[in-house]
Each structure stands twice: as structure tokens, then as C-alpha cells.
């Protein structure tokens, strides 16, 4: 079957330096080599232990160890992991804090579906619960979905969070990040039109190409440069015989991973030097810095080959949101319908993922809004991943969303003056 080979080649060749690893790992680490006045064996179990964890962590979800949360009365409160709404392609997860009176703000955090866990997001999580009740679209592995249950594309991911938002009501404030940005939109849209009593208090929109076009990177320069046939045949797989959606057409984590590493070969090839180095002189930790990113960033997932190429064809290539003509379940959206719903933009000055300017986009669209229910934020000095986490995110990004949510709490319907954050507010 087309693709199958490929896609069991790559999982082969994974598996196979996995072993290497740990056989290097074992073979170097017995006692009698202790004997011998070379470094040479430590420097061989060094790699062996950092190689055998990075290929294991490739195909292994994250845990969110999220174990408790400090409450307003000085008290660790446990925090379970629920699942609020299970479907097949992705579930709304509760991260529910017990023995806590219940948080006014409610928030719902979209994680993006682009070749990582929504585990990505963990420290924005953190973050969020000490004042938020939280709640997150955790997306599940295409290849462990089995072909059965259908495809999955950007319209279904719409109407996924459309879902989720009816479910957690009109006190919901939505905080997107990345990818998901312009289907958030879209969610938001549509049901200002078609269930206008479901729409979020607020959306925050981070990072995310709502206008490609409106300031090229490396992502969208690809994105022009290849047909959609080059695409579906250089890039879409069949999954393996290993896992349950043997058979379904995806776009590999592992070949996006590959496409991860390439992008910065010299950086992540200095850190695994530096980490067998440290592993071989003993000062490595089993959750040290390098450790606590990479478990992350190894941790890839596939994704439905309908959702990544209409996301590349309809999002990048034909600017369906951009040009306000996306279409959902045979419903063209108009994104001037949102007139209820307050809105925030927040750009990194150095995102090279998401440039400044493609996620501000979305305010043009927003025609139904007042001056007073838009704000934007451009991060000084922040690049993709700092305006979710990290310090930027947790010193000035944070406390501005957390202030916008809270101006806009009261009953929102359109004609109520609600207070102005003003432009970097």
C-alpha cells in the first residue's frame, strides 16, 4: 500500500537506534570496564543512555504532572486530569482542582494540532490554574485512530471547537495559540451566527497565521514553493502495521520532527554533544534542562493528511480566513457576524514561525466589534514559543490577558461599553 513501507521504515530505523542505544548503554557500562584506564567506556555508555532516550521519546506521550496547585489559602489543592467531552480525533480535558471554590475565570486553552502534544503547552497550563479554572483540547495520535472513524480536517477541528465552547457556555474566555488561531476565529464566527447564546465572553489569539501574506516566513515561503500534488506525495504516508489506524493516510510526526531538527541542525546537534559530554563526566540529571525540552520535543504526533493539507491549502495557500471566505460544514463564515465576543491579539517582535502582523490581521476582519472590544500586544524581544511560555509570557503577556479577560467578564451584548485596554493592553 502506498505509503506503508515508508512509514514502517521510518518507525524500523527509529526502533533500530533506540536498541543501538541501549545496547551501547549496556555493553559499556559493565563493572570490569572499570578496570581499564579509558574514557572511551564512559563516553560510549554516555551516548548510549542520551541516544536510547531520545528515540524512545519519539513515539511516547508526555505527562502532563500537573500534581497540585497552591490555592488562596496556602493549601496544595490535587488537580486532576478529567475528560470533560471524549471524542475520537480529541477530547476537552478539565484540569480540575479539588477542595478549591471554583474559579470565576474560565478558560479554555486551544492547543495546536502542528506535530506536537497539547502537553506542549504544560507551563501555560501551570500557569493558568492558580487563578483559572482550565480546561484544553488534547488531540489525539492519528496513527493510534483507526480508519473507521472517518477523516478529519479543518473543518472538523472547527466544528471540534465549536463543540467545546457550546459545552462550556458563554462564561468561557478562549485563549488560542499557533496554529489553531484562525480556526478559532472561525469557531467563534460561527457561532455567533448560527448559536449566538454559545459564544465565548472572550477570545485571545496568539501567534497565529490568520494572513500569511501579510509578513512571509521560512513556513509560508514553503508553503508557495511546492504544488499540492509535490506535497501529498513527498509528505503523506500510510501508517504501519505497529498501531491501530493501520491504513490511514498522515503526515508523520517523525517527518516532522525531521523538519524541526533541520531548521536549527547546528543548535540541537551542540546540545547533544554538550549533554553525552556532561552524561560521560556524571554531571547529567534525569530532569535537567535538556532533558525536561527535549522529552517534550521529541514527543511528536501524526496528523490526519486531510487536516495537514487543507490546513497548507486552504489556510496558507488560499487564504480562505484572510479573505473572509471560509466555508464549514457548508456554511461560509463571515467573521463581521462577531459582535458579542471581545477580542485580543498577542505577537512575539521575533516570532519566526508566525511573523508580527499575520495574527494581527484578524482585528481588520473583526467589523462587527468596536474600538473598545479589540486590543493588540507585540511582545519586545519575544520569539514563538515566548509568548506562550517562558519568561515573557509569565512577566508581561500573562497579567495583559488575565486584565483583558477581566474587563470583559460583565454581560456582553453589543451595546455595552466595555472597558478599552487600549492597543498594547
Not at 570496564?33 to 528515540?55: D, L
Not at 480562505?320 to 498577542?346: C, L, P, Q, S
Amino acid at each position: 500500500m502506498k505509503g506503508m513501507a515508508t512509514y514502517d521504515m521510518m518507525e524500523t530505523i527509529r526502533n533500530t537506534n533506540e536498541w543501538m542505544g541501549a545496547s551501547a548503554r549496556a555493553f559499556a557500562s559493565y563493572p570490569i570496564w572499570g578496570m581499564v584506564p579509558n574514557p572511551m567506556f564512559k563516553a560510549i555508555s554516555a551516548w548510549g543512555r542520551v541516544t536510547e532516550r531520545s528515540f524512545a521519546r519519539m513515539v511516547i506521550k508526555p505527562d502532563w504532572g500537573i500534581r497540585s496547585v497552591v490555592g488562596d489559602d496556602g493549601r496544595d489543592h490535587v488537580v486532576e486530569e478529567v475528560v470533560a467531552v471524549k471524542q475520537p480525533f480529541g477530547d476537552l480535558l478539565h484540569f480540575k482542582v479539588h477542595d478549591r471554590p471554583e474559579k470565576p475565570r474560565r478558560v479554555l486553552l486551544v492547543a495546536p494540532m502542528s506535530g506536537h502534544y497539547a502537553t506542549l503547552l504544560r507551563s501555560t497550563v501551570a500557569s493558568l490554574l492558580p487563578d483559572c479554572e482550565v480546561w484544553i483540547t488534547d488531540w489525539h495520535n492519528a496513527r493510534d485512530i483507526p480508519v473507521s472513524e472517518g477523516k478529519f480536517d479543518v473543518e472538523d477541528y472547527t466544528l471540534y471547537l465549536v463543540d467545546f465552547m457550546r459545552h462550556l457556555g458563554p462564561d468561557t474566555h478562549v485563549l488560542a495559540v499557533c496554529q489553531p488561531v484562525p480556526l478559532a476565529l472561525a469557531a467563534t464566527a460561527y457561532l455567533a451566527e448560527l448559536d449566538p447564546d454559545a459564544q465565548p465572553r472572550t477570545l485571545t489569539l496568539t501567534g497565529g497565521p490568520v494572513d500569511p501574506d501579510a509578513a512571509p516566513t521560512e513556513v509560508t515561503d514553503f508553503g508557495r514553493s511546492v504544488t499540492m500534488g509535490q506535497l501529498e506525495h513527498l509528505a503523506i504516508q500510510r501508517v504501519g502495521f505497529k498501531y491501530r489506524g493501520v491504513g490511514r493516510l498522515v503526515y508523520p510526526g517523525l517527518l516532522q520532527l525531521g523538519g524541526f531538527i533541520s531548521m536549527n541542525l547546528e543548535r540541537h546537534a551542540t546540545a547533544f554533544s554538550e549533554k553525552i559530554s556532561a552524561a560521560a563526566r556524571g554531571e547529567d540529571g534525569e530532569s535537567d534542562k535538556h532533558n525536561r525540552f527535549y522529552d517534550e520535543y521529541l514527543a511528536v504526533m501524526d496528523m490526519t493528511a486531510e487536516f495537514y493539507l487543507s490546513t497548507v491549502e486552504r489556510i496558507f495557500k488560499d487564504r480562505e480566513i484572510a479573505r473572509n471566505a471560509f466555508v464549514v460544514n457548508g456554511h461560509k463564515v463571515d467573521m463581521g457576524k462577531i459582535t458579542n465576543v471581545a477580542v485580543k491579539v498577542v505577537e512575539g517582535e521575533k516570532d519566526d514561525i508566525s511573523a508580527p502582523g499575520q495574527c494581527l490581521a484578524a482585528l481588520d476582519l473583526l467589523t462587527g466589534l468596536n474600538d473598545s472590544q479589540k486590543a493588540s500586544h507585540l511582545e519586545p524581544g519575544a520569539g514563538h514559543y515566548g509568548i506562550f511560555a517562558g519568561k515573557s509570557w509569565r512577566n508581561n503577556i500573562r497579567p495583559l490577558v488575565m486584565e483583558f479577560m477581566d474587563a470583559h467578564s460583565g454581560p456582553s451584548d453589543g451595546k455595552t461599553k466595555l472597558k478599552a485596554v487600549g492597543a498594547n493592553g
